[in-house]
Nanobody, 116 residues
Framework: QLQLVESGGGLVQPGGSLRLSCAASGFTLDYYVIGWFRQAPGKEREVVSCISSSDGSTYHADSVKGRFTISRDNAKNTVYLQMNNLKPDDTAVYYC?????????WGQGTQVTVSE
């Protein structure tokens, strides 16, 4: 059974850092494009960062560029999202996503709250 499990969320002050993890089971992450998305209350889910399957190239949304970094540890079958200099606008539930064999898989999400 294919599964994605996020972890690492929490409450942090503005300017702080968190590292989110997306652990996969049932498939090999590095064969597929993996994306991090987030959804704030009352807003649509939006893409944050993606990492390719071929050359490891990455994409970051303008709102997080220079602050967030996506990476992959193939040995652990895990994708990470390092988030630095967090802002209150980064508060959201963060999800990872994989498209495998024409099906989309989402994790359950992890809450990130940036507040004093």
């Amino acid at each position: 059974q294919l599964q994605l499990v996020e972890s690492g969320g929490g409450l942090v002050q503005p300017g702080g850092s968190l590292r989110l993890s997306c652990a996969a089971s049932g498939f090999t992450l590095d064969y597929y494009v993996i994306g991090w998305f987030r959804q704030a209350p009352g807003k649509e889910r939006e893409v944050v960062s993606c990492i390719s399957s071929s050359d490891g190239s990455t994409y970051h949304a303008d709102s997080v560029k220079g602050r967030f970094t996506i990476s992959r540890d193939n040995a652990k079958n895990t994708v990470y999202l390092q988030m630095n200099n967090l802002k209150p606008d980064d508060t959201a539930v963060y999800y990872c996503r994989a498209n495998v064999d024409m099906q989309t898989y989402w994790g359950q999400g992890t809450q990130v709250t940036v507040s004093e």
